[in-house]
């Protein structure tokens, strides 16, 4: 079946310093991707997303590219800030009928001052 | 268009009770999902309709969960005889079918506590 792995959190990072998170995936077919953030009591906001292969979501200084040789879609940021502390959630979506999304585990994010 | 609610946000309960969520969708989406998430773990498919059909259910939705979306609107979950290990939070997005492929709002879910 569809499945999305995630970097094992949590990652403390002091501010401004780069952001990865890594995430590959395997599907049963063509997927979508997409990045989620979740912050403490709240519901998943999209961060970004690409929709086929080569495409680079960007959203926030937050970049991805779906690299499909590689299957994967890891997350980038230049400079992190204290508010970029959250949960974030890969996620993926295969194109059928059905757009139900099967998501990683989540990477905790802390961004220390 | 507010966005995606669910009520209640919090609900605490004993096992063996019935509980029911209820979630309201943005208001031009057909398709409505059901997630649910434990802790330290991503959200897992439950369920979805499109309009007011359930299309799909998860192995995780046991007979003790049902859903319905009486008039292709809001949408509840009940869970009868509650269990220990359905403590999670149950998470409802929305989206249009004929939208970006698949973007889902999601709403602020409910946490569920079974005592």
């Known amino acids: 079946g569809d499945s999305v792995t995630q970097m094992e959190g949590p990652v403390t990072l002091s501010e401004e310093a780069f952001l990865t998170i890594n995430c590959t995936y395997t599907?049963?077919?063509?997927?979508?991707l997409f990045w989620y953030v979740q912050y403490p009591g709240e519901g998943l906001q999209l961060l970004l997303k690409?929709?086929?292969?080569?495409d680079k979501g960007s959203n926030k200084g937050f970049e991805a590219t779906y690299r499909k040789e590689t299957t994967s879609f890891h997350l980038e940021k230049g400079s992190v800030q204290v508010s970029d502390s959250a949960v974030y959630f890969c996620a993926l979506t295969l194109n059928t009928n059905a757009g139900k999304s099967t998501f990683g585990d989540g990477t905790t994010l802390t961004v220390k001052p | 268009d507010t966005g995606v609610s669910q009520d209640p946000r919090h609900k605490i309960t004993k096992r063996g009770q019935n509980v029911t969520f209820r979630c309201d969708p943005i208001s031009e989406h057909n398709r409505l999902y059901w997630y649910r998430q434990t802790l330290g773990q991503g959200p897992e498919f439950l369920t979805y309709?499109?309009?007011?059909?359930?299309?799909?259910k998860s192995r995780l939705l046991s007979d003790r969960f049902s859903a319905e979306r009486p008039k292709g609107s809001f949408s509840t979950l009940e869970i009868q005889r509650t269990e220990q290990g359905d403590s999670a939070m149950y998470l409802c997005?929305?989206?249009?079918?004929?939208?970006?492929?698949?973007?889902?709002?999601f709403g602020p879910g409910t946490r569920l506590t079974v005592l």
């Open positions: 690409a929709t086929k292969a080569d």
């Open positions: 599907a049963t077919g063509y997927p979508s």
């Open positions: 309709f499109q309009n007011e059909a359930q299309l799909e």
């Open positions: 997005a929305s989206s249009f079918v004929a939208g970006f492929p698949h973007e889902q709002f």
